[in-house]
């Protein structure tokens, strides 16, 4: 009976690390989609073009700053439909299952 005990015990910690497991993943996944988030709606006027990240320029090897500038305008322009039914199938989950 003790054995049973313990048995049962170690088979409801190994399921609930996999089900915290899941979760962790859920939540990586939404902080991801969070910053696209925050890249999609960044002002060009007001807050790229402080930092010269307003313009990308087209070519091979121009550096950082530029990859990050186009990868904002990328971000702007590319993804604004695909962020949004994201975030709608994000929070029609999070509305489901909590």
């Keep these: 009976n003790e054995h049973t005990k313990t048995n049962t015990k170690q088979k ?3 399921t609930s690390s996999s089900a915290t497991m899941a979760i ?3 939540h990586l996944f939404e902080s991801g989609l969070l910053l696209f988030n ?13 930092y010269s990240l307003d313009s990308a320029v087209a070519g091979e090897n121009l550096g950082v700053k530029n990859q990050v500038a186009t990868f904002l305008h990328a971000t ?7 962020l949004v039914v994201t975030n709608i199938l994000v929070i029609l989950y999070e509305m489901t299952f909590g």
């Design 38 to 50: 925050a890249a999609a709606i960044l002002n060009e006027r007001r807050f790229l073009r402080k």
């Design 76 to 82: 702007r322009t590319f993804m604004r439909y695909p």
């Design 12 to 14: 409801h910690t190994h």
């Design 24 to 26: 962790g993943l859920v």
